[in-house]
């Protein structure tokens, strides 16, 4: 085996401050980012701009706004020429119709998670 | 009477319920060099690949970097991940999808033709290739493709593994094959084999409630840790925070959900409220952010609430908002629960944190290589260092890809210094199927069996759970302890031999093994950081930022779950 048992531990960004997510009641901030704060979604391309709807959770107010922009774009959605669905918003081809699976940090489908 | 089968290959693949991702992946290309037998315990369907319907992460967009995605990989893992396994399967990982593709596997795509990339929570770039709901489906369906038509391979399915064959050289200990049961059959099947991939998937039916198909029950890890393979990071157990939770539907299942439906961070995200069973709200008492907490601070909120208040599941309540939206967002989780009596229109959905990876395994060096010479590990079973203390979203299949390739040509090397053949097979004591003990007492054993198995995950669940401690994980030491002595005494009293072998005996001697492994890891790791949180150790130490190592005990003495069946043949220069 190629490995000794902790000559490769990480040290580098030793760094970083690390603030755990709190237990006790009191605020801290997550090692973790998360995409929370923001609903991104294009398709990647040199040739294409990336289009970016950022979405702010400061307030369940505007959350719903958003959302609801949100779902209106995701609405107009074409038939691409081979009958193929296609996200009017993003260009991708055949994906899950509906809001963004990612929009909340997990993958899901309908309420389903399957990944996060 | 059947007879008793030896076979000889090259190559013995072990994954316990489907081959995944990493078994496939690995057989394709080592069958160019010889003959591969992949065993599976279930039916080629059933491997937590199929459930991993995200996607795969991978650098594939020219504004992202691997720099960024190993940071990411890193933040993630609480900085207790290895570099170097982190820095390979970020810049390693492209190129593994884009095998794939050539394979003929499908992902979605824009309509200028380029791959489709969407972001999960933890990454700070698009990098999530997917193919609509189905992803590991996709990958596995083009490998499975191809495996069935290479003629050096063959699949044994319905093939439970019981034991690595080993045998100690000096201080080396060699790996020459595997023996399983054919639970059709009944039969038992010795494969020699000169190099063994265990790609056997995860342990989450330790835990009552878990995202894993019924075939996880951590055969790999606890076969590997009796073949005095080391083991590593077995603490750090991934949970989601909010599975439906069947205690709490008006109409129960008829029969117990095999694998849990998890409820989307997306029903909080829109407003839905956490309740405890009194109808308190109770994630403000712990964080500001309330249910917008991340997800690893609420799954850590719930379980202190069930665990102080001794109840069975939580409230997550989104029937406050219009019904229309809550039906057009969630109609999943809507029809479920109708199907049992809740409309979650009118009524709060009853939810509880389900297991659902384990970070840690079988300590692999960056070849997939472990201590045991000719035994080689990738995914889920193997701890590589990628994930540290949590893993990051969709790098669990990456990671499978990437160390698989990567065993490769070492096992191909290895496999060719060999002089392994089949006259070693006699070497090993041969498991023994219980038909002596007659029908009846075999029943009253499985009855039993099947109760103790319900006793530890209840005992895993209350004690090792999410939040933890000293005092309750050495609680759960003696409990663990005292159960598999009282399983065990029972077994053999009714005349039950070292040697005998059944399916749901031997899943549960690997229950007990993986639940003392876990046990002895979080006992060990005297911090919190990422997936485990102790209440006597709360904060992060920065001289404790170091893997946790659990090397194997003497073999000679201990319970029947922690030694192989057979008595390990001390020969030089088998291989």
């Not at chain 1, 990336?50 to 609405?75: C, F």
């Not at chain 2, 459930?51 to 900085?79: K, R, W």
Request: hydrophobic share 35%.
């Amino acid at each position: 085996m190629a490995k000794t048992s902790l000559s490769r531990l990480f040290a580098s960004l030793s760094e970083h401050s690390i603030a755990k997510p709190s237990f006790t009641g009191s605020r801290s901030e997550s090692v973790t980012r998360s995409a929370y704060n923001s609903v991104t979604r294009f398709v990647c391309s040199s040739a294409q701009e990336t289009q970016l709807i950022r979405e702010e959770r400061s307030n369940e107010g505007d959350r719903e706004a958003a959302k609801e922009n949100l779902e209106s774009v995701n609405k107009e959605e074409d038939e691409g020429e081979d009958g193929d669905h296609v996200n009017k918003e993003t260009g991708e081809v055949s994906g899950p119709k509906g809001p963004e699976p990612t929009r909340y940090g997990d993958w899901e489908r309908n309420g389903r998670c399957s990944d996060f | 009477m059947p007879t008793k089968r030896t076979l000889m290959v090259m190559w013995c693949i072990q994954v316990s319920a489907d081959p995944g991702v990493a078994g496939l992946r690995y057989a394709l290309e080592v069958a160019k060099h010889g003959s591969v037998a992949i065993i599976t315990k279930a039916e080629p369907h059933e491997s937590n690949t199929n459930y991993a319907q995200g996607g795969v992460s991978a650098v594939l967009c020219p504004s992202d970097s691997v720099e960024s995605h190993m940071q990411d990989t890193i933040v993630a893992g609480a900085y207790l991940c290895d570099e170097e396994s982190v820095k390979v399967v970020c810049t390693e990982g492209p190129d593994r999808i884009r095998e794939l593709i050539a394979m003929g596997a499908s992902f979605d795509h824009g309509d200028d033709g380029n791959l489709h990339l969407a972001r999960e929570g933890g990454h700070s770039h698009h990098r999530i290739v997917h193919a609509a709901d189905m992803t590991g489906r996709e990958i596995e369906r083009a490998l499975l493709e191809a495996v069935v038509n290479d003629p050096n391979i063959s699949v044994f399915k319905h093939h439970f593994a019981i034991d690595l064959l080993t045998s100690q050289d000096g201080s080396d200990t060699v790996c020459h094959g595997i023996d399983a049961l054919n639970t059709e059959t009944q039969e038992v099947v010795r494969f020699i084999s000169k190099v063994t991939l265990l790609a056997s998937g995860g342990a989450g039916h330790i835990y009552p409630s878990t995202t894993n198909p019924l075939v996880a029950t951590g055969d790999g890890m606890a076969m590997a840790h009796r073949a005095q393979a080391v083991i590593s990071n077995m603490e750090f157990v991934q949970f989601h925070p909010t599975a439906l939770a069947d205690e709490g539907l008006p109409i129960k299942p008829k029969k117990t959900r095999e694998n849990s439906f998890l409820i989307t961070e997306a029903v909080r995200g829109d407003g839905g409220i956490l309740y405890n069973l009194s109808m308190e709200r109770f994630m403000p008492l712990y964080d500001g952010r309330a249910e917008l907490a991340p997800r690893d601070v609420v799954a850590r909120s719930i379980d202190d609430q069930l665990k102080k208040r001794n109840e069975k599941y939580v409230l997550l309540d989104i029937s406050h908002k219009p019904r229309e939206k809550i039906l057009s967002h969630f109609p999943n989780i809507a029809n479920e629960c109708l199907q049992h009596g809740l409309d979650i229109t009118q009524q709060p959905i009853p939810v509880v944190p389900a297991a659902h990876y384990m970070c840690g395994g079988v300590r692999a060096g960056l070849q997939g290589e472990t201590n045991v010479h000719g035994l080689y590990v990738a995914g889920e079973v193997a701890c590589t260092g990628l994930h540290g203390a949590n893993r990051l979203a969709s790098n669990s299949l990456l990671e499978a890809l990437v160390f698989a390739r990567r065993a490769v040509q070492p096992s191909i090397n290895y496999m060719k210094s060999s002089s392994l053949d089949l006259s070693a097979s006699s070497l090993w004591t041969r498991p023994l199927v219980p038909k002596s003990l007659g029908s009846d007492v075999m029943h009253k054993i499985l009855r039993i069996t099947k109760e103790v198995r319900k006793e530890l995950q209840s005992i895993m669940w209350k004690y090792v759970g999410i939040v933890r401690s000293t005092s309750r994980l050495q609680e759960a030491e003696q409990k663990i302890g005292k159960l598999e002595a009282k399983w065990e005494t029972y077994l053999f009293e009714h005349g039950w031999q070292q040697t005998m072998v059944a399916l749901e005996a031997c899943e549960m001697r690997n229950l007990f093994c993986c639940a003392k492994l876990v046990v002895s890891s979080a006992l060990a790791r005297h911090e919190s950081r990422g997936l485990h949180y102790m209440t006597d150790f709360p904060h992060l130490e920065e001289s404790k930022r170091l893997p946790t190592v659990i090397f194997p005990s003497s073999h000679t003495t201990g319970t029947w779950s922690s030694r192989q069946l057979h008595q390990q043949p001390i020969v030089k220069s088998m291989v």
